[in-house]
């Protein structure tokens, strides 16, 4: 394996523990921000910060016409719309049946790669998100699904949205670097956000120093660098492998629980965790997947 790619993978493992430990500080900021506002200033803080950082590496900002709609689409779908269906989502269900339909993403992502990307569909590959998903449900401590079917349908077009990023994402980053790739996707996420806001909350007194700490957290390590360690992600190991890893997630937030919330190791959760990790390994990447085609 080259360099660049362990390089991937340990980008690709920091993102997810990232992304599992920002749960917590989520709920901790919604305490003064609303669930529009939050994402919005989160994605506004990223895209200055990422326009100065291209600006500071002299990076051009030009982007071919063709390829506009393109971009659009990716980041509408992986902020605007992907925050928005999850975090109503889980106000109806609830964050475990939500966790348990979020994995569900790899195989959503293995028809899209058929279908947009026509690569061939490995039974390894079924087989290991099915072990994945077993795995997470045993982490939440098994889900009870009710007849919330709207709920549901939430979750499920998050994961759709999340899917649709990846697939525009991967002919992108072939092209551009993934820093400004990320930049454009954080500033057009962010303006998505805007007619959700006129409805939405912000109690300013509320605002105290853990509370800044934690988006601080969100935005500079979730959002601006994280997006763009997962476009490298997606470039460098494929749609297939960067979707079936969101599935460590769940165990990325079990692990952060304990470590800083004291939470207790229940053996369930470690046995599941050590299946949900046994059906990642089992994954297999797109230029597999192509050779296999």
């Known amino acids: 394996m080259s360099n660049k790619r362990w390089v991937s993978w340990f980008l690709l493992i920091f993102t997810c523990f ?38 500071l590496g002299k990076s051009p900002l030009y982007l ?63 087989i290991s998100s099915l072990i994945s998903i077993a795995g ?37 980053v072939q092209k551009y ?12 996420g962010t303006v998505g956000f805007i007619p959700m806001l006129k409805t939405d909350y912000v109690y300013i007194e509320r605002i105290d120093l853990p509370i800044m700490l934690h988006f601080l957290f969100l935005a500079l390590i979730c959002s601006a660098a994280c997006t763009w360690f997962y476009a490298i992600s997606i470039k460098e190991l494929g749609v297939s492998i960067s979707a079936m890893l969101l599935n460590f997630i769940p165990v990325a937030t079990f692990i952060f629980s304990f470590v800083f919330l004291n939470e207790v190791l229940a053996p369930m959760k470690l046995l599941g965790s050590a299946i949900a990790i ?7 990447g797109d230029e597999a997947v192509e050779e296999a085609a």
């Open 136 to 172: 997470i449900y045993l982490v939440i401590g098994g889900a009870e699904f009710n007849s919330n079917y709207v709920g549901y349908l939430y979750m499920m077009m998050a994961s759709i949205s999340w899917v649709t990023y990846m697939i525009c994402t991967k002919p992108l």
């Open 64 to 126: 071919e016409k063709k390829d506009l709609g393109r971009i659009i689409l990716s980041a509408l779908a992986s902020i605007t719309f992907y925050f928005y269906f999850e975090n109503v989502g889980i106000m109806k269900i609830g964050a475990n049946e939500a966790a348990v339909l979020v994995a569900m993403m790899p195989i959503i992502a293995l028809v899209a790669n058929r279908i947009f990307l026509k690569q061939k569909i490995l039974l390894r590959n079924i």
């Open 18 to 55: 990232a992304w599992g430990g920002s749960y917590v500080s989520i709920e901790i900021c919604l305490r003064a921000l609303g669930p529009a506002y939050l994402p919005f200033f989160r994605y506004l803080i990223s895209s200055v910060i990422l326009f100065v950082a291209l600006k």
């Open 278 to 284: 046994g059906g990642l390994l089992m994954m297999k």
């Open 177 to 188: 670097d993934g820093l400004l790739i990320t930049f454009y996707q954080c500033l057009i």
